[in-house]
């Protein structure tokens, strides 16, 4: 995932797909979740930025500019707000700025 932050920005699903992998076929959706987080921390202490989609020509991500605890937080929190986990791509998105 690191790899392909630092070409592109990368959208939710690809990291969560990674953990559903790791988690295993039979992985309930807090495994999942744990998972999901423990990439996004390894990401993170990799230098890969998480935030928003930016609106602006030529500036791809909007760092939400939180700690990693915080960030880690925020996405667990709206990983459980979430209905489905189609909406997941409405989180965040991950660059290596």
């Known amino acids: 995932m690191v790899d392909y932050a630092e070409m592109s920005l990368v959208y939710f699903h690809p990291v969560r797909w990674s953990a559903e992998s790791l988690a295993g076929e039979d992985a ?27 609106p602006n020509p030529g500036e791809d991500l909007i760092p939400w500019r939180l700690s990693r605890a915080e960030t880690l937080s925020r996405i667990s929190d709206e990983m459980e707000r979430k209905s489905t986990v189609k909406d997941f791509i409405e989180i965040c998105w991950f660059r290596t700025i």
């Not at 309930?28 to 930016?54: A, N």
Request: proline share 0%; charged share 30%; net charge negative.
């Open 28 to 54: 309930t959706e807090g495994e999942i979740r744990s998972f999901t987080l423990r990439i996004i921390g390894d990401m993170i202490d990799r230098g890969v930025t998480v935030g928003d989609v930016s």
